[in-house]
Nanobody, 128 residues
Framework: QVHLAESGGGSVEPGGSLTLACVAS????????MGWFRQAPGKEREGVAT??????????TYAESVKGRFTISQDNANNTLFLEMNSLKPEDSAMYYC???????????????????WGQGTQVTVSS
């Protein structure tokens, strides 16, 4: 069983930056795909970025809304997933979740329903 714990959320002005972190513990060797998701009040959970841990080139996907602004990365030595967020906009405000799954399909689909394990979330608020 894998346990995920996010950190790094907070409040920032438009145009600012934040970096989220997600530490994995437990049976971390079972992970094949890691992802970041977000959910704003009244909206469906959205896949922000995914990274396939077993791919030769670390296959990565991004939602169109964050391409060029967000960067997902993995520190394998410390079992930590990061999401670097730049040029933040008010519409980026949401609860951000880290997720893990044992399949490549979860990464390619970037659908929250495909992921098995979730963290508790960390709040990101972008406002002036």
């Amino acid at each position: 069983q894998v346990h995920l714990a996010e950190s790094g959320g907070g409040s920032v002005e438009p145009g600012g930056s934040l970096t989220l972190a997600c530490v994995a513990s437990g049976d971390t060797y079972t992970r094949a795909c890691m992802g970041w998701f977000r959910q704003a009040p009244g909206k469906e959970r959205e896949g922000v970025a995914t990274i396939y841990l077993r791919g030769k080139f670390g296959d990565i996907t991004y939602a169109e809304s964050v391409k060029g602004r967000f960067t997902i990365s993995q520190d394998n030595a410390n079992n930590t997933l990061f999401l670097e967020m730049n040029s933040l906009k008010p519409e980026d405000s949401a609860m951000y979740y880290c997720a893990a799954d044992t399949t490549y399909g979860a990464c390619s689909s970037r659908r929250w329903t495909a992921f098995e394990t979730w963290g508790q979330g960390t709040q990101v608020t972008v406002s002036s």
